[in-house]
């Protein structure tokens, strides 16, 4: 692949990175332009255009290819003005697929909730099998840093990724389908559509499909072709895999559904029940996701990943038999928390510390349903922390899964995470 016009990077974080560097090492000469909307485009050999100038540079035609980062929504206007204009625009993800797809195994895994944890699974299982086999997208390295060297890749990707993806997978997964990131998308009509491009076009692919996405009816249309659905696990070979998810650091049912499907593609892929088995022993939570502490006797559980509902009820059917405190919400995204609302008390929480934005109809959804729990809004999770050290009594286990992203309060879920684990060291480790 060549490029004969200079290239704009449209984001900076860690795929635009990965972009500049194999645009760098592939024709050393070549000019690369950047573009941000907010933060920092501070990325090397690179010069930087202001996002109000772009209309004049696409009539001017000074670059020839837009390289767009997933947190940039495909639906901004200024893609179709460069369509119009002639000029394409890609991404981190479809340049690996023109350049490094060939005579590979690809498999691609999305899902509203556990494609990481899917992925890594996966992952775990064919390296344990003795298979050379990398992990990329939201996990592991960007695209362009995985490059070629493995000969089988896990893709873990988001809708951003699914939305606009050029090459067919080898297997694609989905573990399930809810509403999310609408202002990225648009509509939830859109958000379903885009996540399901993984398997809803013509190609010839295997499907896996997690257990609630096969009672989805949107997932099934999108299948089109069902003799594509890799075959179910034996009764033997589920009973296996649920024994020793038991034994491991896979938490719910929800991780048991994960592990069951990351199985069901690592078999297709050629792993051995063994190394399945091995795969599961070794895997360790991720990072934010019910990532688990003790400071002073209590639970602490940082799931700051959480963004949906449908992640904060995974997260509470964890913790069973439990006193939970759970500390909710962040910026809005018009998810709907009336049936979180409604499980609450049927989960062992009895009390509820809400953040801004969504906090505040999570609060008025509680309180109409139940009235023994104990709410109160805070205003950050400084306050959220300082109400809970003086309720102690109430519970034995702390749960930050807000059901929602954190942008309006922190740069990104890890920030918010990482301070919520912070304040509960230092309120509770003495205790």
């Not at 495909?74 to 479809?94: D, M, Q």
């Not at 399901?196 to 997690?210: E, I, P």
């Not at 519970?395 to 922190?410: M, V």
């Amino acid at each position: 692949m060549q490029f004969d016009a200079p290239v704009l990077l449209y984001g900076a974080g860690r795929e635009a990175r990965s972009t500049r560097a194999f645009l760098q090492a592939r024709q050393p000469g070549l000019k690369v332009y950047v573009t941000v909307d907010s933060g920092s485009s501070d990325i090397p050999d690179t010069e930087q255009l202001a996002p109000d100038s772009l209309p004049n540079a696409i009539a001017h035609r000074r670059f020839g290819l837009i390289v767009k980062s997933p947190g940039v929504s495909r639906y901004k206007p200024i893609f179709e003005a460069a369509r119009a204009a002639g000029i394409p625009v890609t991404s981190n993800l479809n340049l690996w697929g023109a350049v490094f797809r060939h005579n590979r195994t690809v498999i691609a895994i999305t899902g509203t909730k556990g494609k990481s944890t899917t992925a890594t699974l996966t992952h775990l299982m064919l390296t344990r099998s003795g298979i050379d086999a990398g992990l990329a997208g939201n996990v592991g390295l960007a695209p362009l840093e995985i490059a070629d060297k493995h000969a089988v890749v896990v893709f873990e990707l988001s809708s951003y990724q699914t939305s606009d993806m050029t090459f067919v997978p080898d297997v694609a997964a989905i573990t399930n389908l809810y509403p999310e990131h609408v202002d990225w998308h648009g509509s939830v009509e859109r958000y379903y559509a885009d996540k399901l491009h993984l398997v809803d076009r013509d190609g010839n692919f295997a499907v896996a499909l997690g257990r609630a996405a096969r009672g989805n009816a949107l997932v099934a249309r999108a299948v089109r072709d069902h003799r594509r659905l890799l075959p179910d696990l034996t009764p033997e070979q589920s009973t296996t895999i649920e024994q020793a998810v038991a034994r491991s650091r896979l938490r719910g049912s929800h991780n048991l559904d994960n592990a069951q499907l990351a199985a069901q593609i690592a078999l297709a892929v050629g792993a051995t029940l063994d190394g399945i088995l091995q795969g599961i022993a070794a895997f360790r939570p991720l990072p934010h996701r019910l990532e688990e502490h003790v400071f002073g006797g209590v639970t602490v559980v940082n799931d700051s990943i959480s963004t949906t509902p449908e992640a904060t009820k995974a997260a509470l059917a964890a913790y069973p038999g439990r006193r939970i405190a759970l500390i909710a919400g962040g910026h809005e995204r018009q998810q709907d928390y009336a049936e979180l609302a409604s499980l609450l008390v049927t989960r062992g929480v009895n009390t509820l510390v809400t953040l801004p934005v969504t906090g505040e109809r999570l609060a008025a959804a509680t309180l109409a349903q139940s009235a023994d729990i104990a709410v109160h809004q805070a205003q950050d999770i400084e306050a959220a922390i300082d109400y809970l050290g003086n309720a102690r009594s109430r519970f034995d286990t702390i749960i930050l899964s807000p059901g929602a992203p954190s942008y309006n309060q922190f740069k990104n879920f890890e920030e918010r995470g990482n301070r919520f684990v912070e304040l509960c060291r230092a309120r509770f480790a003495g205790d």
